[in-house]
């Protein structure tokens, strides 16, 4: 069991969650994850690490409560303990020797995009970083990106906050001003794909991190299966971090709506509705 040492909730449905768990925090890397599991009865879900003390031994995840999995463990509290913690999985981003970059973080997304652009600027790189949300009230992390990175821009689709439009719209106005040496995109598949494409005719280096649909982590459920330069690869092993301009998005995406339907009968069995389709 492991228990949780704090919760915040740092915007609409988004919450902060933050465990002990030692030999976890000392192995933890930028743009790693873990798998959790509330309890006998729950399924095994990933979140990427948000931030880790090596001194006291914890964990922070961020969490949307979009799901069943994310909603239960959204409504636990201080004191509270979830079954199973698995991780640190996946390859740790490359963040040294890199020169300028722009981080681009789409809703939550963007908590998974801290640590990476934290790591980036503290290796000596120049990071730029395009925070996306829904409006204002979904706007996560800016105070902390502007503590640790050179230029932090926020687009809304409303325009509460920032500039009004996606995160594209603000990566297009920066691309014709200069070119940076990487592109750096996590949030939803959508959102990677309209990144991919942008900086594809450009020919700029662009890394995405891949949520697709996740079981044991380890390469052996085979469920998070990708397409990336016509191979098949495991976003849990082989990622979750790959080339944009060679993954299969479209492929990636008609997966992740597979299971739609038993979702959305799962939500209503938990007194929940399903909220998908968001645009980037």
Request: aromatic residues 6%; glycine residues 10%.
């Amino acid at each position: 069991m492991y228990a949780i040492t704090k919760k915040e909730k740092i915007a609409s449905e988004i919450y902060l969650v933050e465990f002990e768990f030692m030999d976890l925090a000392k192995a933890a890397s930028p743009g790693q994850f873990v798998i959790l599991r509330i309890d006998e009865k729950g399924e095994r879900f990933p979140l990427t690490l948000f931030d880790w003390n090596t001194e006291k031994g914890t964990i922070q995840v961020v969490c949307q409560a979009i799901g069943v999995s994310t909603r239960k463990l959204c409504a636990l509290n201080e004191g509270d303990s979830i079954l199973d913690i698995v991780g640190p999985l996946g390859r740790a981003t490359d963040t040294k020797n890199i020169g300028k970059v722009i981080c681009i973080g789409g809703g939550v997304g963007t908590a998974e995009a801290y640590p990476i652009a934290k790591k980036m600027k503290e290796n000596g790189n120049d990071v730029t970083v395009i925070i996306g949300a829904r409006n204002k009230d979904f706007v996560i992390c800016e105070e902390k990106m502007r503590a640790v990175c050179h230029t932090v821009h926020v687009a809304t689709d409303d325009g509460t906050q920032g500039k009004k439009g996606f995160v594209t719209d603000v990566l297009r106005d920066l691309l014709e001003k200069d070119t940076p040496d990487l592109v750096f995109a996590i949030g939803p598949a959508v959102m990677m794909k309209k990144v991919a494409e942008m900086t594809k005719e450009k020919n700029i280096k662009t890394l995405v991190s891949l949520n697709s649909i996740m079981i044991d982590g380890t390469g052996m459920c085979g469920g998070c299966r990708v397409l990336v330069g016509e191979k098949v690869k495991f976003a849990c092993v082989d990622g979750p971090e790959f080339d944009g301009h060679q993954v299969d998005f479209e492929d990636m995406m008609s997966r992740g709506k597979r299971y739609h339907d038993k979702e959305e009968i799962a939500l209503q069995q938990h007194g929940g509705v399903c909220r998908r389709g968001r645009a980037h």
